[in-house]
């Protein structure tokens, strides 16, 4: 089996409730409409069984060693495999991508998935879908389930949206462990002396006395070259037992998986065995970890390590950059990661196999699921088979960020960007009222209105001209919803393709799955065979202003960019301390091209603010924030949780959508 | 299949490093004994390859269906089995409990390991070994593993120790979700009208507006019949909207799972967007949260979704109790539990089936694992097969929880109580030095000394009276140390024996295995087919304090209690709330059994301080303060992650022990 790829990915199962197969969305059967509209996403995840997951693991092609089963609809997939298949080549790797989004998002999540299902089980190719895990806090909160919808999703959904195989858990587990270290750190530094933390951190045991291997990979960093810890010098005993952490530069913060509001600003060390040591601090949501961007761009465990120890947690009190490796914890760090790192493997309601692996923020993180399942899942689709992913957000920042970050960690070149609009966004672009989550629609979105359509796809038109930017052909997918008028779809289409795009094509994958999609599928098929001229949108030999600019104005249409006097001294700081060759990930909001979430369509003649400008060593970016980022979301007055339900007799999960 | 019981647990492998087979413990091969002495529990853990657990399962009688398989060597078992094999008669029931111990422990884990070891593998009897999973936290801080050791423990002991199935992960999330309901809830009441928060409680969706079922369950514990949310009064709505929290009675605390000492005490709420709704909250490690003790105790999925829905979490403004149903999490707590509820499915190093399953605290909760894995392994080991599982601390504490806690939730009845000592223990009770974790033993401990011996063995036989109160023949194990002399060694077997023990016996598992606890076994089997005259200590039906007054007296040696005012009112507020008829669970030092941890041996004449009272509802129990109880560890100078470490290559565990 060695060097063999997957022989086949016929994954179409026959479903219990099988979908309008040829049909146009616009004549579907009353009685499949009915269940569609009045099914939720759990109730259509439901009646569909999914295929024993080590079924889908021979499948694709993978050997019995080579995954751990979770249950029976999860498994993690070794890293050994990259190894075996190392000589197969790539599969087509394509990435979808949206126009600027409503804050009810565009379905990126359902065409990705509508597309693998329409690539394997219409057009028999194989492929594969690599997405995000999502957080567990906002399932609870005001969003429900990621898992895609309708038609177009991973089952069953809430293995998806819960625990999934724990990777999030290792982050906080990972994530907590480091913050804990950082505080009892300075606190045993403020309350011992040289001696006496000396000969704790390195103690007598049976006599002897040794550096542990963490702490001679210290030594060497302080350029002391000795290995016995009788022959140090005060003076070295001093450098070697002082992180001397400034308690004012701390980055690194608590995180949860838990949507609490009251965790965003707190302060900690107040009990008496602290001894006075408080500070003020924060939790942010577990997918704001700096492990996890990690998770999501490492390419090996040894890699992961590396970029776990080189962690910038704090600068010492002489500006110094204190990190997890100079703490003592990366090996800690590491074991506690060693299953996260493997991506889970899970199947869509048509069957199509489906990696979750890593799901960073995208906007103080890169948005984008991991490189390892996507470099797995291209092994395994083999040459002419198709890996689809997704980007976070609009284009600008999520595609943007895949292309300059997550495709330079990977070396991956993409054949293919599916840009995703819907005509609602459009509209709202064209001069179209507010789209708010949880308000009604108003009649502008529900009736057909022309004249909005073709004023808003400017945006759309925008975002393909950045997709050219990389030299990547691009297919807009037109997300269809039941409200949209043929006349509309056809308009979109039709200035799509006059803005550059190769094709342009509408998708019904929501409510009719794969077989809605295959029009997409065969669009994306052909463009991948266009040439493809693939290349980064600026150099990291540029210094860190130099690269933002670049973004600003070549992606944003920004005029130009004014950083604060706090983030031109962060820029220096980093500059000097070395890390001024690392990427871009700029945090700014995904509701418009410009920084001011109200302006829409295609904003020009605007200067970008940069407000701050921090840095993600061990993943490996600098993140200039454009506006406030909030890493810590709350719970809303009736949270969803009010729906969620057990039964506990037939253990069948209720109320998630 | 259905009502078939295992066919044999015959587990033992052939051992890569063999255990000496038949020798004594002062006689060792001088090879074995160096890889022994030289190895660290990881060591011999990872030279022992564990057979797959789909064989381990099929071997132990079960379906295929009911496990969920977890990696290679981890497996989930469903709760399904109870009702296959409820005709089934259980097996015999062996508590492990100990003497009052040392702060380096005295073997538990290990003895309880050896012992199935030995009726399985040697005796040739199907037996099972049910144990808590530990807590992540110590294992980075000072602590270690915690899977048994030497050649008695649990493997492989890094999944044991690390993530294992995610049942701690899916407890701090549960915890953390129920947290910042509570604190969001009290915002939002605090910043919204009666009307308001109706709207927003009740919302309009598709014109219509209705009740969820759980709200529906709070409208009827409010005494109002109606489920037309339009007709209720605005006395109805305020009194259905708001909770009215008292904040400073809130005693629900978040949870990590890690070491974190500046978690003790925080204030919360500091940001902005909290409106000035500061408060002074702690966080606790995830394995004190009362959803563990839960989960300890449940009998079912129904059963653990009322105990989850019990939970009180503060008083309202007017002293009623507030609990989890009344903010609406209920379901959605279950369903962050709906896996964590199956036991995990694991092996000792000879191959032995294991049940981890819970670890509630043995201080503030009851510090017993699950109700549910000894259930599930009484119908497999079969009638004539043995369930041996572990109660934490001393058995004045942990035997006594697990008899009048435990064994009262579950309805068992058990058939022998092993109670461990050391010849170490018994010496500091005895009036030897102290005992100290990290410093080197003080000579009195390894030179024999037949006096401190035979002095100390006081404490011996008033445990050994302890377990008599409760009618349930003991069997001594004194786990044996290779400082001990022959002449200590029996002359402990001698004493335990004279002071009513059934038997008593040496083990030498820790350096042999199953086959150093061979005598153990045959003495427990012994020992089970003893008359048994089972009995609680308590009836339920007394009040609080005269249930205190007896375990105080009965079992410590108390002349009485005295309980402080605030522990009084306490009291009197839950016998007023309806909780009078709880069990007791006692929050005492295990190092003595009086409330002095200095006072060694059996202390008499001291009056038992009660400083406070507490109460876990859903869990089921009262639970009286004998001092301040730590529930959050904190990080040495030098945490034991210093020596942990992953080889990326072998993807090998270093440094857990």
Redesign the interface.
């Known amino acids: 089996m060695k060097g063999a790829a997957c022989t086949g990915f016929r994954g179409k199962q026959t479903q219990k409730h099988p979908c309008p197969v040829g049909q146009s969305i616009q004549q579907p059967q009353i009685s499949w409409l009915l269940f569609v509209f009045f099914s939720s996403d759990i109730e259509i995840s439901r009646a569909q069984s999914p295929k024993a997951v080590d079924v889908l693991a021979k499948e694709i092609g993978l050997l019995t060693d080579e995954i751990?089963?979770?249950?029976?609809t999860k498994a993690?997939v070794r890293l050994s495999l990259l190894e075996r298949l190392k000589d197969q080549p790539d599969g087509k790797y394509v990435l979808v991508a949206g126009i600027t989004p409503t804050p009810l998002g565009e379905g990126k999540s359902t065409v990705t998935v509508g597309l693998v299902q329409a690539l394997t089980a219409h057009l028999n190719i194989n492929s594969f879908a690599c997405l995000r895990q999502p957080s567990?806090g906002p399932t609870?909160g005001v969003k429900g389930g990621a898992a895609g919808g309708g038609y177009a999703q991973v089952i069953p959904m809430?293995e998806f949206n819960?625990?999934l195989t724990?990777d999030i858990?290792?982050i906080?587990?990972a994530n907590?462990?480091l913050?804990?270290?950082i505080?009892?750190r300075i606190?045993?530094e403020n309350t011992?002396s040289d001696k006496s933390?000396y000969n704790?951190?390195?103690?007598v045991v049976n006599g002897m006395r040794g550096f542990?291997?963490?702490?001679l990979a210290r030594l060497r960093r302080l350029g002391i070259n000795k290995t016995d810890p009788e022959t140090l010098t005060e003076e070295e005993i001093s450098k070697f037992v002082r992180l001397d952490i400034d308690p004012s530069t701390i980055t690194w913060q608590?995180v949860?998986?838990?949507?609490?509001?009251?965790?965003?600003?707190?302060?900690?060390?107040?009990?008496n065995?602290?001894k006075g040591?408080v500070r003020?601090a924060?939790f942010d949501i577990a997918v704001a970890s700096e492990i996890m961007a990690i998770l999501a761009l490492t390419t090996?465990?040894?890699d992961m390590?590396e970029r776990l120890g080189k962690m910038v947690v704090a600068n010492d009190k002489k500006g110094e950059p204190v990190t997890a490796e100079d703490l003592?914890?990366?090996?800690?760090l590491?074991?506690?990661m060693?299953?996260a790192i493997k991506p889970t493997l899970m199947q869509t309601l048509e069957g199509t196999p489906v990696f979750v692996h890593a799901g960073p923020f995208a906007n103080i993180a890169h948005g984008n699921s991991s490189v390892l399942a996507d470099k797995i899942a291209l092994k395994l689709v083999g040459e002419k088979g198709f890996v689809v992913t997704e980007a976070g957000f609009g284009a600008d920042i999520g595609m943007e960020k895949f292309f300059n970050i997550k495709c330079r960690a990977s070396g991956l070149v993409p054949s293919v960007v599916v840009l995703v609009a819907t005509v609602r966004a459009l509209k709202m672009h064209g001069g179209g009222p507010n789209v708010t989550a949880g308000a009604p629609l108003k009649k502008e979105y529900t009736e057909e209105n022309l004249q909005l359509v073709a004023d808003g796809c400017c945006n759309l038109q925008k975002q393909i001209q950045i997709t050219q930017l990389f030299g990547v052909p691009v297919v807009v997918a037109l997300n269809v919803f039941k409200t949209d008028s043929p006349a509309e779809v056809d308009l979109v289409c039709k200035m799509a393709k006059e803005s550059g795009a190769f094709d342009a094509v509408p998708c019904n994958h929501w409510s009719a799955g794969g077989r809605g999609a295959v029009k997409l599928a065969q669009a994306v098929e052909k463009a991948a065979n266009q040439k493809n001229s693939f290349k980064y949108l600026y150099s990291l030999e540029l210094p860190i202003v130099e690269k933002i600019r670049i973004i600003a104005q070549k992606v944003y249409g920004a005029q130009d960019i004014e950083l604060s006097p706090t983030a031109q001294s962060q820029v220096d700081r980093y500059t000097q301390q070395g890390f001024g060759n690392l990427p871009i990930c700029m945090a700014k909001t995904h509701l418009s091209l410009s920084h001011q979430p109200e302006r829409k369509g295609v904003p020009t003649g605007f200067i970008l603010p940069i407000s701050d400008v921090r840095a993600s060593i061990g993943a490996g970016f600098i993140y200039p924030l454009v506006g406030t980022m909030s890493t810590m979301p709350?719970?809303?007055?009736?949270?969803c949780?009010?729906?969620?339900?057990?039964d506990?007799?037939t253990?069948q999960?209720?109320?998630?959508f």
Chains 1, 2 share one sequence.
Do not use: W
């Open positions: 751990e089963i979770y249950g029976q993690k567990q609870f809430e819960l625990h724990g858990h290792a906080t587990a907590n462990l913050a804990a270290a505080d009892a606190l045993h011992q933390l704790r951190l390195v103690p542990s291997a963490i702490q608590r949860v998986d838990t949507n609490d509001r009251f965790l965003r600003k707190v302060t900690v060390g107040q009990a065995t602290e040591f003020q924060q090996s465990l040894q390590k003592g914890v990366t090996g800690a590491a074991v506690l060693k299953d709350g719970l809303p007055t009736r949270p949780f009010y729906d969620i339900d057990l506990p007799i253990e999960v209720k109320g998630l």
